[in-house]
Nanobody
Framework: VQLQASGGGLVQAGGSLRLSCTVPRLTTSDNFMNWFRQALGKEREFVAG????????RYADSVKGRFTISRDGAKGTVDLQMNSLKVEDTAIYYC???????????????WGQGTLVTVSS
């Protein structure tokens, strides 16, 4: 699976950004699509995940109520709408596929290149 993430940029605190991950072709083992992020000097952490067929969503506590993950099967994309952004949301954001619901980066099957999100105060 080749994943491509886009949509990062610079935004002020309180603002919004929408990230998109293109998923050209999912295999039968790629049942979930996820967003992770990695801030400078920190480990890569789970942000949000969606079960591709059923659309069941999961979020990290730190982004609940502010971020929304969605998928478009026709377009083959998984988006992450990020609202009410905080300075601590600054990180490189990655999309990743997995065969099941996951919480850690090591469990992911395939990764896209990251896209940088910078939130200024």
């Amino acid at each position: 699976v080749q994943l491509q993430a886009s949509g990062g940029g610079l935004v002020q605190a309180g603002g919004s950004l929408r990230l998109s991950c293109t998923v050209p072709r999912l295999t039968t083992s790629d049942n979930f699509m996820n967003w992770f992020r990695q801030a400078l000097g920190k480990e890569r952490e789970f942000v949000a995940g969606i079960k591709w067929r059923e659309g069941i969503k999961r979020y990290a506590d730190s982004v609940k109520g502010r971020f929304t993950i969605s998928r478009d099967g026709a377009k083959g994309t998984v988006d992450l709408q990020m609202n009410s952004l905080k300075v601590e949301d600054t990180a490189i954001y990655y999309c990743a596929s997995s065969s099941r619901a996951i919480a850690t980066a090591i469990e992911a099957r395939a990764w896209g290149q990251g896209t940088l999100v910078t939130v200024s105060s």
